[in-house]
């Protein structure tokens, strides 16, 4: 399925919504990906977006509070990886999400101090201290259960006026957007043309096609390694795992093969690229 966003209309309406209510909201796609329709975050997400690892830890929030999604209708609250206050709600197409309506950031209307060593006990990572980041916590605005069951309600019959509006549709994936997400979902394991082939249900000989069309005229193979190369580069940036654990963990198991095929991608050795990337950081 793929998902097709108004980007223009979502983006007068919730900047609309954010200008009457100071609360923003957001559309993530159903994987969870931000579909950026907005770029500013408040001082506290800002500093921590501005990191690798932060960032990195956002992203995979924004994934995880999709995938446990669990209440019956309506919005779920919860509180991200830094201990702020949002909430998530899917937007279905029939019984699948076709994209889910979240909002945040916020605190709830216990005291601020106990919300901040909340906040505090899971920001040991912070380059410098959580302490750097008190300021910005408090500058957060605080919302009664009151309030944000109104905000809610508002927010849901918004969500039935964009699926009135069509501002969010359904259409079938081509077979090229198949294989792309395909190896996006599935670079870390054992493949080969038949293995994707079968998974696919796309002939070898047009899969073979495919590939040198999302390629530029190179094999599946090479674009498998592509795709395995790229997530090795942001887990030598983002993290400080050995280079064979990177390896192992984009599919790779021979720590020479992994060497050999990152420096003919990139032009460096893993070791060298992890070097530069952080000096010239």
Request: charged letters at 25%.
């Amino acid at each position: 399925m793929n998902i097709l966003f108004d980007q223009e209309q979502l983006l007068g309406l919730l900047s609309n919504l954010y200008a009457l209510t100071g609360i923003a909201a957001n559309i993530l796609d159903p994987q969870g990906q931000d579909i950026n329709l907005f770029e500013g975050h408040p001082p506290f997400c800002k500093a921590i977006n501005e990191l690798p690892e932060g960032h990195a830890r956002c992203v995979a929030c924004d994934a995880w509070k999709v995938k446990n999604y669990s209440a019956s209708r309506g919005f779920q609250f919860y509180r991200c990886h830094a201990g702020i206050c949002e909430a998530v709600m899917p937007l279905y197409d029939k019984r699948s999400p076709l994209a889910y309506l979240v909002f945040g950031c916020f605190l709830d209307d216990t005291p601020m101090e106990e919300q901040w060593e909340h906040s505090r006990a899971r920001l040991d990572w912070y380059p410098g201290g959580a302490e750097a980041l008190k300021p910005a916590f408090f500058r957060f605005r605080q919302y009664s259960s009151k309030d944000l069951r109104a905000y809610s309600e508002l927010l849901e019959a918004l969500a039935a006026y964009i699926q009135l509006k069509g501002m969010i549709q359904a259409t079938e994936r081509t077979d090229l957007q198949k294989l792309e997400l395909y190896l996006d979902q599935h670079y870390m394991e054992k493949l080969s043309l038949e293995i994707i082939s079968g998974e696919l249900h796309i002939g070898r000989t047009k899969l073979c096609r495919l590939a040198k069309e999302l390629s530029g005229g190179q094999t599946l193979s090479h674009l498998i390694a592509q795709r395995r190369i790229s997530a090795a580069k942001t887990l030598l940036i983002q993290s400080d795992l050995p280079i064979s654990s990177v390896a192992e963990a984009v599919g790779i198991s021979d720590y020479n093969y992994f060497s050999r095929i990152f420096r003919s991608i990139t032009g460096l050795t893993p070791r060298d690229f992890r070097k530069k990337w952080r000096h010239d950081l």
